[in-house]
């Protein structure tokens, strides 16, 4: 169960880097980027993930790189033992990744499940010159006077390390490095400083990873003085992790052609410092292992916003697109609030009005004293009646609700049709989006959204604002103290402004005149009061109806079109689930290797 799931976790973790790897090749300028991706997802593949499966730290990975020319084959050559691989003259000679192992030495270690990636076995041995996705396997007999380095040590022969663009071998050599327990790196002296290679180096350097540099084809003389040069104009300025970096610089001069034919007995001189480093680096064979696993880890952990930093372009574009919607969504909302909502009347609250007003009628005897005041108030209410329809403007006639909307979406529909088409050329994610509207109808399906959304949204609205106007008066009717209270002041109010009328003139001709007319200002102050209560339950439901329509309709429709791009089995949505899985993994990933690492440390040692 425990070895499934860290199984699936590097095979997932894999294939996610290398899909970034894939979408990073498709922009400009991202080929470095690109190598990076492809070397952290060879990490997982070639040296997590074996040794989660419990593969044994036997053989130990030893892989030749360098510049074109450089002598990797003729290194290659010299720790093998023997004259195997074809060294070259033509740049470029060797296209795929060839080890060289004893005759006698360990079977099966190609058949962990993922190693090395896309790179299939060759059944039979081919030229190293075969520009295919493959590597191969020779199979070295054992040379009684070299000694058997090759029975515990697998020596890798690489192609060059020429440029960052995806040129086929580029994959094959970082596949390759990536396995690697201890890398030889091969510079010759007129190019000892090349800037790709030298680039190349600094990448591998950050896996941890112990690095022997060999430096060929100078004047034996020159030897001292150039290691002291390399190591000054180059290794200096290159990262030197725990555990890893430049170990050792060798030099390896001219060799006559008599010890490239016979390099073990001809050129012991050069070949055996060159194998002792190997060996002191590659014993004991489980510490190298770890070694290598650990600095693996400590490369995705320490890359890994690097890593993902290759979609900040697609991130910028999401936002960016995002941006325009949400433009383009308060647009929408601000002209239902100026079209629609503003001259809205929600007439349901003039109903609330009148019910209130009747609420505050005194009932039983009060209602005939009520009705005494109400045939006094009459005079005054026709009076007051007659002025407010005198005032009162003309009401306009109110625009219906769906058509406002429907201006409202057709104008935020042409923002984004109009911004996708400016931006086509700028990034992918605008010109899907522009595809989507050409080709895949986006405009209809926005519609489509949007008919749903408002059948949502209105079956919420009549719920709301029938609750909101009947609570009004419900309220007051579930608190009889309130109403009475109210009822008893209204009153009152009535009561005392008629007496006093009548006690600051005496009972005059003037009083039917006076008394009627400020009983029917009191009434119409009550009102008021009730209205200016209405009224801002009136301006709440407004509010509230502008929130309702922004939760129903066009929040909805604004996040799913934030999404759109990300979704139906886009390339963003792909980009978005490598995103958020990589950084988990990664994390996953270093539990389980810390564990599997304290699991081994007894044995061991
Ligand atoms: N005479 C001589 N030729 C060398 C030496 N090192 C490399 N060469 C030649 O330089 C050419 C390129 O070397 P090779 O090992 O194939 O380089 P690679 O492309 O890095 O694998 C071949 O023709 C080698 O024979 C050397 O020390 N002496
Ligand atoms: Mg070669």
Known sequence: METLTARA????????LGWLEQHCREQPDQAQAAGKLHLAAALVRNCIGPMLDEQPPVPTHVVVVGGAGAGKSTVANLLS????????PQAGFTRHPIAYT????????????????ALQLLPQPSPSNLDEDVYQVRRIKADPVSGDLLKDFIIWDCPDMTTWAASSYLPRLLETAALADILVYVASDERYNDEIPTQFLHL???????????????????????????????????????GGGVIATLAVPFLTSDQLTDPVRQAPRYRIPLLNQVAVLGTPAAAAR???VLGAMQFLVHQREQLLSVAQQDLRALQSWQAVVAVGQADFEQRYLREYLTSEKFRGFDEALLRLMELLELPGIGKFLSSTLYVLRTPGRLLMGAIT????????????ELPIL???????????????????????????IEAGFHHSGLAERIWERFQQNY???????????????????????KTPALLNTLRGSKFALDAAAIGGTLAAGGINWHDFILVPLVASLTHQLVELLGKTVVDAQREQTRERQQALMKQHLSAPLAEWLAQWPATGGSDFERLQLALRRIPTAITHLEECVQMAIQQKVPSAS
């Open 290 to 292: 770890r070694r290598t």
């Open 81 to 88: 033992g023997a004259v195997t691989a074809e060294a070259n």
């Open 455 to 477: 059948r949502n949204f209105q079956t919420g609205l009549a719920t709301e604002v029938d609750r909101t106007a009947r609570a009004i008066y419900e309220q007051l009717e």
């Open 204 to 242: 591998l350097l950050q896996t941890g990873k112990p690095v022997v540099v060999v430096l060929m084809k100078m004047k034996e003389s020159d030897a001292p003085a150039l290691i002291a040069h390399f190591q000054r104009e180059v290794v200096a300025h290159l990262p030197h992790p725990p």
């Open 406 to 432: 429907e201006d409202a979406l057709g104008s935020w529909i042409d923002l984004l049709r109009k911004e996708a088409a400016r931006h086509a050329d700028e990034h992918g994610l605008w010109a899907h």
């Open 102 to 117: 004893s005759s006698n030495g360990p079977v099966n270690w190609t058949a962990h499940a993922g190693f090395l990636g």
């Open 389 to 400: 329809k005198a005032f009162r403007r003309p009401e306009t006639p109110s625009r219906p």
């Open 9 to 16: 976790l590097t095979a997932q973790l894999a294939d996610d």
